[in-house]
């Protein structure tokens, strides 16, 4: 369907996997718009490489001789493009629904898991990339070797990040399978860890016999998923280690790991050295401990996309390693109601491990808010652990709070909403 469609408009153009679809079609010589809320880095991205992008979701952004409708998650069936777009009778298909007819017939390289599956997809990308497979690449956030989500290739490798929300996974039918880990996450979807498990279960038997899942097999949460598959399964935990000097944290070594043993499975020429040389010169991605710059009294500001309990501890535990002497401060974004609800416990903990952190309101994103949960929360239930945690109902509190730092402290802005701009304004 997607291949005759000579226009197509994308509704939340803007969400980093959306934004990654449209440069493929654009690619493939589709005429590309879109819409979004807010203007972005990403939506800047794409007015770059000539997509029009509309800022505001109004029914005229929709072109008449549009040939299909492509939406995001968080767009709402009643939404005045979609609504534009029936009264027209312009086909819609939600993102991971296309995403899926796109990888169909190819040879898809799915990365999924709880954690690490932007690095580990860019990562993977990168390799197949030096390595002149000549893979395309669609992936959860910037790759700062490509400037861009998504990477244009020749060849019949197509590798993708995969998403568990919603059983998203499932809408794709990869040859090659990866599974970073699995942690309980998305709790407006998934009630348990049984159900999430379900999930990748599902995925890990539609793997085909002659494909290959990459995962770490004797990994508690992952040994049940496993037990039914027919593809062979590569314990990347297994597959040698490698050395990436522009990321921190032992976390991204495993990362690495994955990525090796992905490229490897598509590709069994592919040698030790040449995944070692990418995985050296690999400089990681937007929002994954990415230094932004310095304040003007000298402290350093890194900004993460951690938004997971897991995420953060094992994130501030790295930055620690790395900058022993510093003083660390962060500024969190909880995303969801939901999951900082689920996690309020978890949360707190893992801030707590902060010499100062800061939380911010809620960012509700595609849920209504919850009277029971507030940033006033999540810091009363970090001082219970003994964490210098306060909460600000406002960005341009925090940003004031930030700017007395001086040079002796790492400030990091972290969570999956839009906290990056405090970074922006506050670094040089």
């Known amino acids: 369907m997607e291949q005759k469609a000579k226009m197509i408009h994308f509704i939340g153009i803007g969400g980093i996997g959306m934004s990654a679809l449209a440069q493929y079609f654009n690619d493939q010589g589709v005429v590309v718009t879109g819409s979004d809320r807010d203007a972005s880095p990403v939506t800047e991205l794409l007015e770059k490489r000539g997509i029009r992008v509309a800022i505001g979701q109004k029914a005229e952004n929709v072109p008449v001789d549009a040939g299909m409708v492509v939406y995001s998650d968080a767009v709402p069936v009643e939404n005045p493009e979609r609504a534009r777009a029936r009264e027209l009778g312009i086909p819609e298909l939600c993102y991971f629904k296309m995403l899926g007819q796109v990888a169909a017939g190819k040879r898809a390289i799915a990365v999924a898991g709880t954690h690490g599956k932007t690095t580990t997809t860019g990562m993977l990308a990168a390799i197949l990339q030096h ?129 090796a043993a992905a490229a490897q499975a598509a590709f069994p020429d592919i040698s030790q ?110 001082r219970s652990f003994g964490g210098n945690v306060e909460a600000m109902d406002s960005f341009d509190e925090i940003r004031d709070r930030l700017l007395l730092e001086d040079e002796g402290t790492l400030i990091i802005t972290m969570g999956a909403g839009d906290i990056y701009k405090i970074a922006e304004q506050i670094a040089d």
């Open 273 to 382: 050295e040449a995944i070692a040389i990418a995985l050296k010169n690999f400089k990681g991605s937007w929002r994954r401990f990415e230094y932004r710059g310095e304040t003007p009294s000298g402290a350093l500001v890194y900004d993460d996309y951690a938004h997971h309990p897991t995420a953060i501890r094992k994130t501030l535990e790295a930055a620690r390693e790395k900058f022993p002497h510093k003083k660390i401060v962060v500024a969190f974004h909880p995303h969801l109601y939901s999951r900082t609800k689920s996690f309020l416990n978890e949360f707190a903990e893992a801030l707590s491990l902060a010499d100062h952190a800061i939380v911010a309101p809620i960012y509700a994103a595609r849920e209504e808010p919850d009277p029971e949960i507030s940033n006033h929360t999540v810091a009363d239930a970090a």
């Open 131 to 259: 390595c002149k497979k000549e893979p395309t690449a669609i992936i959860g956030s910037i790759i700062k070797d490509f400037g861009s989500n998504f990477l244009a290739g020749r060849s019949d490798i197509f590798v993708v990040e995969a998403c568990e929300y919603r059983d998203h996974v499932l809408k794709l039918s990869p040859e090659i399978l990866v599974i970073t880990n699995i942690e309980l996450d998305h709790t407006d979807y998934f009630p348990n860890l049984e159900a999430l498990q379900e999930t990748f279960k599902k995925a890990a038997e539609r793997v085909p016999k002659h494909g290959v899942i990459v995962t770490m097999s004797n990994d508690s949460n992952i040994a049940p998923i496993l037990q039914n598959v027919s593809a062979r399964i590569v314990d990347f935990s297994k597959c040698g280690t490698y050395e990436v000097p522009h990321l921190i944290g032992e976390f991204n070594k495993m990362n690495a790991c994955a990525a």
